[in-house]
């Protein structure tokens, strides 16, 4: 679509649009007055404003002897033409009819005779119109806009890029750093100074060991035990654990037609004999309690007996119907 200012200059442009652009854009008058196809309301509204301007576009029209009155000042308050609400035209005088109408026919105002564009001057019609100086294309802002916007992306991609080429840079340091080594000295690369080592605490030092297993909270000191039938009796000796039962249902271990004993030592190895006996004892271990001394545990239950070593975890069961060693 043409700038307003090229379509109040074109004669090909319709009496609506000359009047719209007359009443949105002032500083087109001049351009609206000097057009050939502004129609007689039109101009004579222009000619009625009294502007040096407009009054100077009427003369290049060339008809401004018509329609320029005599002191265009006097009639400057003079309102513009109204759109007509039947036609869809712009309202002309129309001069009164000389004869009168045969009766019940109907009447039409007559058209407003207005000069063929062949009768104003080629020179109007042929040369375009030239924009009016004062009026600022919106084109030509949006090109500016547009420019700015294409400047500063430019910009943009440069910081980019000078960003990427810096992190490529540093790259190498970041992975490496600085400490690659002292300076050489008699042929040989001085390494990195070993950082001194942290003094640790021997208990922090030294981890637990994951097989231990401590006698439970409410463990009874016991060295000597028996169980509450009478049937299994223990002893705890400083460096060993061991545990006689008199009478029992399993298969004995060879050479065995007696009391079975079950030992655990120190170090958490554990071995059956035939050698022990189950005298009677003062102090029993009752179901449901555990007795401890030194490294080792027992446990009574109505199922047996169960003893370990604390500190290795390992131990045995022991019970009427059968024996089982970790």
């Known amino acids: 679509m043409t700038d307003p200012a090229s379509r109040a200059a074109d004669p090909a442009t319709s009496h609506e649009e000359l009047y719209e652009l007359a009443s949105d854009h002032p500083e087109l008058r001049p351009l609206i007055a000097e057009n ?13 404003l009294g502007d ?3 009054d100077a576009g009427l003369r290049r029209r060339g008809d401004a002897t018509q329609a320029m009155p005599a002191s265009g000042a006097a009639n400057a308050t003079q309102a513009m033409p109204q759109l007509h609400a039947d036609t869809g035209t712009f309202e002309h005088q129309v001069p009164p009819q000389e004869e009168t109408p045969e009766e019940g026919a109907a009447y039409y105002p007559a058209a407003p005779a207005y000069p063929a564009a062949a009768a104003y001057p ?3 019609q042929q040369q375009p119109a030239q924009p009016w100086p004062g009026y600022a294309e919106p084109e030509r802002a949006s090109r500016s806009r547009s420019g700015a916007g294409c400047c500063l992306l430019i910009v943009m991609g440069i910081l980019l890029v000078g960003a990427v080429v810096a992190a490529l840079f540093l790259l190498p340091f970041q992975l490496f750093g600085d400490d690659e080594g002292e300076p050489q000295q008699d042929g040989v690369e001085q390494g990195p100074q070993d950082a001194p080592e942290q003094e640790q605490d021997p208990e922090e030092a030294a981890p637990e060991e994951e097989d231990a297993r401590p006698a439970p909270e409410g463990a009874v000191e016991m060295d000597t035990f028996s169980a509450p039938s ?3 009796g223990c002893e705890i000796s400083g460096d060993s654990l061991s545990c006689t039962i008199q009478e029992y249902e399993f298969d004995a271990p060879e050479d065995c037609d007696g009391p079975v004993t079950l030992t655990i030592n120190a170090e958490g190895e554990t071995q059956t004999s035939c050698d022990g006996s189950v005298s009677s ?3 029993h271990l009752d179901y449901g309690e555990t007795a401890a001394s030194g490294d080792f545990a027992c446990s009574s239950s109505q199922a047996g007996f169960e003893c370990w070593n604390t500190q290795t975890g390992n131990g045995f069961f022991m019970a009427r119907e059968s024996y089982e060693l970790d």
């Open 122 to 124: 080629p020179q109007a």
């Open 36 to 48: 050939p196809n502004t129609y007689p309301d039109l101009v004579d509204w222009l000619a009625s």
């Open 230 to 232: 009478e049937n299994i």
């Open 281 to 283: 004892q003062t102090s």
């Open 52 to 54: 040096p301007e407009i």
